[in-house]
């Protein structure tokens, strides 16, 4: 849940995040296409919009960023009626993007990278212990676990995560600031949202499945 629920500021805040946060997120799958999580680099944006990244010897490292817009209210009041019982805070895929990554080993080294940046749960839990990290993971809902039943959604499957981050303004500019500063700076917190899919899927979606999946989706939610 966002810590309020008053959908204009959730819009306005979800302006002033939305790019700096997909440069957040651009920077931490960089890193997973090399094998010090330093070294990738952005190759190169399709005509889509759609980030690739190199290793560290220049070749394709097979993961993209695909940045989402902001979503459009007519979407969000939809979701507020169909599936959160009106309830504003619960939107928090305002802010979204999505990872496309070439196979399940680069989900995982995904995963990884942000578990070790992040705090985890309402209760704040870090996985480590120095305090840097500088995102709170407050839901997880995993598609790609085998126990998940694909009909549901048509043979859809990806993992998506809700992502908080802190930031104060500075100088005009949006600066991220660690979860253990939260409190003490007042920071301004909004939570975003990241899909991983494979980029095999993510092709039959762009041609139709996505299509299939969203009229599944309005069947169960009435």
């Known amino acids: 849940r966002q810590v309020h629920g ?34 990738g680099n952005q190759i190169g944006r399709t005509r889509s919009g759609t980030e690739e990244f190199s290793g560290e010897s220049g070749e394709r490292a097979g993961i993209a960023l695909k940045r989402g817009p902001i979503k459009k209210p007519a979407r969000a009041l939809q979701k507020l009626v169909r599936l959160y019982g009106r309830d504003v805070a619960m939107l928090t895929d305002l802010v979204r993007c999505t990872v496309l990554a070439e196979d399940l080993r680069q989900v995982e080294a995904l995963m990884a990278t942000l578990e070790a940046r992040s705090v985890v749960g309402l209760a704040g839990a870090a996985n480590t212990s120095d305090g840097e990290e500088m995102f709170r993971i407050t839901a997880i809902k995993n598609r790609f676990d085998e126990s998940y039943d694909d009909n549901k959604s048509g043979g859809y499957r990806d993992l998506s995560l809700s992502v908080e981050v802190g930031w104060v303004m500075l100088d005009g500019m949006v600066s991220f600031e660690r979860v253990r500063d939260w409190e003490s ?38």
């Open 185 to 222: 700076l007042q920071c301004q917190r909004h939570i975003c949202e990241i899909q991983v899919r494979l980029q095999s899927q993510h092709h039959e979606i762009v041609n139709g499945l996505h299509t299939r999946y969203v009229e599944l989706r309005n069947q169960y939610n009435g």
């Open 6 to 39: 008053d959908i204009d500021l959730l819009f306005r805040e979800a302006t002033t995040v939305n790019e700096p946060f997909l440069d957040l997120i651009s920077a931490v799958v960089a890193g997973i296409g090399s094998t010090d999580g330093r070294g």
